[in-house]
């Protein structure tokens, strides 16, 4: 959750009690209690509430298969336009990093850009 470690949390933990003191921390206490609950019901009623207009094919949806990490243009255009559909092996992005990071690495690394042929 957010690359917080335990050490993190008990970190801000005493900085909250030096700051905020013995008399006001209960109260603050209560009101992140508050905000966390208000916030976790918020999520449950949008998954409620899509899950009712959704009705029972909610369940049936393959969420992993709408991630837009897997977008890739080139190979829906390339299976658009070919007429026997075979399926085209894609090469699996084993790092998952963007092109943008990819590109700033090569940069650090001084090395050239990949050059894209099937860009325009």
Request: charged share 40%; aromatic share 8%; hydrophobic share 30%.
């Given at each position: 959750m957010f690359g917080l470690t335990f050490e993190k949390l008990l970190l801000i933990a005493v900085i909250a009690v030096f700051l905020l003191g013995p008399d006001r921390l209960p109260h603050y206490a209560a009101q992140l209690a508050r905000l966390v609950r208000s916030l976790k019901n918020l999520a449950d009623g949008a998954k409620d509430r899509m899950r009712e207009e959704m009705g029972p094919d909610?369940?049936?949806?393959?969420?992993?298969?709408?991630?837009?990490?897997?977008?890739?243009?080139?190979?829906?255009?390339?299976e658009a336009l070919?007429?026997?559909?075979?399926?085209?092996?894609?090469?699996?992005?084993?790092?998952?990093?963007?092109?943008?990071?990819?590109?700033?690495?090569?940069?650090?690394?001084?090395?050239?850009?990949?050059?894209?042929?099937?860009?325009t």
């Open positions: 909610f369940d049936e949806v393959d969420w992993k298969k709408l991630d837009p990490r897997q977008y890739d243009p080139r190979r829906i255009i390339r070919v007429d026997d559909p075979a399926p085209v092996p894609v090469k699996p992005t084993s790092t998952g990093e963007s092109a943008y990071a990819r590109r700033q690495r090569l940069l650090r690394e001084s090395r050239p850009a990949p050059f894209d042929s099937e860009a």
